[in-house]
């Protein structure tokens, strides 16, 4: 009946207070910072999701979020214990990773209101709410169907569907140019987030992660201010449980600022996040191939032999690991991908591998080469420093190769190849192969 | 006093002396420090008495310059002999300090309150419900119209070289005159609205200063308890216009600029004291209102030049600095006009405020002239219920960003 106008104070305060001390309980959580509670839609996630996953879908994002293991558990804690399928979504950005923001001043403010505060904000506020102020360029603005300055609306869902007229995604730049003057990203939080991600794994809880998108501009200056390690960072949590939901387009979603996405932009996102989280909740297809190396025996069907004098008994998993020296290959998967009665393939290889003393991590390369009758039709290979932390502790290293079109006499091979001057230790290679539709 | 008339004079300079002494430590102290200090280092010396000045000195207690002047004008009608000193040392302070204009006046005068306070007055119907008229009305000048108003003048203030246009600086100015007056006239309402609800009755403080046809009509409107005060305590002692041509000047012109200073130890509003000074001074030596009433739209041009001396004013009373004051005067009168199709669209609330506060005073100067056949329909029951419905709603929907009384700031 009335025009819904943009939130006022009192509904912040509301929005914050609930958000905080939540009394209900759902299947999916988004943990983040502000890309996530501007830029998430519950109800469109949900959509996304459809009738095959009714899953309730709730927004745990706050201003300036570092995920550090008292936010992440704050979190989890929404998850209902009766779920069927309890998710965690994670948005992963620089900043949600920068030790300035391991304090979580916002989170902690909301959480050191008083009590009298906090029952004032969530049990009063939403009725004195239907006496909030307007003014006549609001009550114009909503008659005309303009949107100018900042506007807000505050759901109970967690998100705040945000736009600021006019729109200027350049206009912050020279701030973001001197917002890692005093943060760096700390490894040891990754470390935690890695850990958490693990126990959440453990107990069979589903996670998700994505780098929320931003305007082009903002993540380049982004990136090189921060010296954000994104694939070590993303193939890490990836060996850790993490399902890593890429975003197609991503420069194509509206910012504002360049960083927050507008409300439609936000509802789109969503909504494909929700359609990518049900398609990798479905039962992963059959490989039509697993194979894997741990060096627990010097024969392994498909490989090629390991020598004794390779192995070595710092491992990641097993009794043995095998040292690969400089200028050297490891052990070599070879199989006949003709013998798949199917015309192309997907590959996936992955393998754990660390420095063998404290050194940092040399040019070392995990390499998948397709071969057939006419010679090496593809070689592709995954640097270990681009996906590496920390060298002298365990790193996955992971390369897929999405869609290899094969023929009767097409050969695959993955092995390591040491390109770099010192010894590395390598253990558990895995390799799947699934069948393209 | 009374018991000792011929030491009266003794009392009466002890009381003024410990009066204006309070003031002078609280309120005046820092400015007169940086002052003297300024003036050793042009002479070459180098002082540190804002430095040495003891803590207590540079809190500012509230009402102080309200309840002084209350105070000493108690103290001065009794030397004078028009009023009695009070024998109930509780209606005294009860005078001093009631609660509803302590913190920003009105200056009440002991003569007015103290036979109130003697009295037992019963409270009737009408009576609360004229003193709640008052404060839902006073409510709506302040909540309604100065703090929507004080948005963009504070957001202008706080960054005066962003929009350098002649009509915006007009709309700006014009927004805080409208702003100032509504935010002192509010609280003055709610002040007197109160003290009718508990039986006592205030004098009005401002009658429509903006309808003000000379500047010198403009100060029997404005702050009218002031204006009042500064006329019996401090212009007729000095002489008044008595005696000599430049002697009035002269007293009118310490007048002025004490009462810029009262408003604020600082010199920009020395030198708001200064301009309306100065503009009295015009109009007394030339008597041009009087010569404007004779043509046609004389009246109005008068009413406009008037406005125009008051606003110009009201940039030295807002401005932070002396700087910052030309600065802002330099783009009243440079006729700059670009951008000046879209301020209505790009300053709407501000223009709708405005046009609520001009209609408001238009309102009021209609109902006055039309009085006889406007009355039968306002002073009916339903007119003024459907008023206080109307202005608690606006309070309620309409309300600004709540912003601290402009006046409790002296």
Known sequence: MFPSLPSSSMESEFFWANKSYCDKRFDVVFIGDSRIYRGINPVAVEEGLGSKFPLRVFNFGYSSVGLDTGFLNAGADLLDVHSAQPIIVLGVNPSSVADENMDNKHYTQEKERSAYTIWQRKYINPHLSHFNPTNPEMVRNELEGRKEGYFQVHYDNGWIASDRQPRDITKDLWLLERSFDNATIDLKYIDLLLKKVRQWRAKGIRVFAFRPPASKAFEAVLNRVSAYPEQAIVTQLKAAGVTWLPIDNRYNYTTYDGSHLVDTSASRLSNYLGQAIKKALLPEKTPLLYTKQGFEALATEDWTTVEQEHLNTTTYQGDYSAAVAPNAFSSTLQVNLGKFAVSSVKIKSQCWLRSKDSLPASPVVLVAEINDSTGNVLWQGQQWQEQCLRAHEWNCLQLELPNVPITPQTMLKVYLWNNGSETVLLDEVEVKIFALE | ?410
Request: glycine share 6%; hydrophobic share 50%.
């Open chain 2, 1 to 410: 006093m009374e018991r000792a008339p011929d030491r009266k004079k003794t009392w009466l300079i002890a009381s003024l002396l410990g009066n204006l002494g309070g003031l002078a430590v609280f309120k005046y102290s820092v400015f007169f420090a940086e002052s003297l200090d300024a003036l050793a280092a042009y002479l070459g010396y180098e002082t540190m008495l804002v430095e040495s000045l003891p803590e207590f000195a540079l809190i500012t207690p509230v009402g102080i310059s309200f309840y002084t002047f209350q105070s000493m004008s108690y103290t001065i009608d009794i030397y004078r002999g028009k009023l009695k000193p009070t024998r109930h040392i509780l209606h005294f302070f009860a005078y001093l300090s009631m609660f509803p204009q302590l913190v920003a006046g009105p200056i009440v005068r002991a003569k007015d309150l103290l036979y109130q306070l003697e009295q037992n007055t019963t409270i009737s119907a009408m009576r609360i419900w004229f003193g709640l008229r008052l404060m839902v009305y006073g409510f709506f000048q302040k909540m309604v119209i100065a703090d929507n108003l004080g948005v963009l003048v504070n957001r202008t203030f706080w960054n005066v070289d962003k929009e350098p246009t002649c009509i915006f600086w007009w709309m700006v100015m014009a927004a805080f005159s409208f702003q100032i007056y509504f935010d002192f006239a509010g609280y003055t309402s709610i002040a007197r609205g109160l003290a009718k609800l508990m039986g006592y009755r205030f004098r009005i403080n401002f009658n429509h200063p903006y309808q003000a046809l000379s500047l010198r009509e403009f100060w029997t409107r404005w702050h009218i308890s002031l204006s009042t005060w500064f006329r019996d305590y401090v212009y007729i002692p000095l002489g008044g216009n008595r005696g000599a041509k430049w002697k009035g000047y002269a007293n009118m012109w310490v007048t002025m600029l004490l009462s810029g200073l009262w408003h604020g130890a600082a010199l920009n509003f020395i030198l708001w004291g200064a301009v309306h000074a100065f503009c009295l001074s015009v109009e007394r030596l030339t008597q041009w209102p009087q010569m404007l009433h004779k043509f046609i739209l004389g009246r109005f041009i008068a009413w406009w030049i008037v406005w125009v001396q008051v606003l110009v004013a009201w940039v030295f009373f807002r401005a932070s600095t002396t700087d910052q004051a030309l600065t802002i005067i330099g783009n009243l009168f440079t006729w700059n006009f670009e951008g000046t199709t879209i301020l209505v669209d790009k300053y709407f609330n501000t223009v709708v405020f405005l046009s609520i506060a001009v209609g408001v005073e238009l309102w009021y100067a209609i109902k006055r002239r039309h009085y006889t056949k406007i009355n039968p329909y306002t002073r009916t029951v339903a007119y003024d219920v459907m008023t206080m419905a109307l202005l608690i709603g606006a309070c309620v929907y309409f309300r600004g960003p709540a912003a601290e009384f402009i006046y409790f700031q002296f």
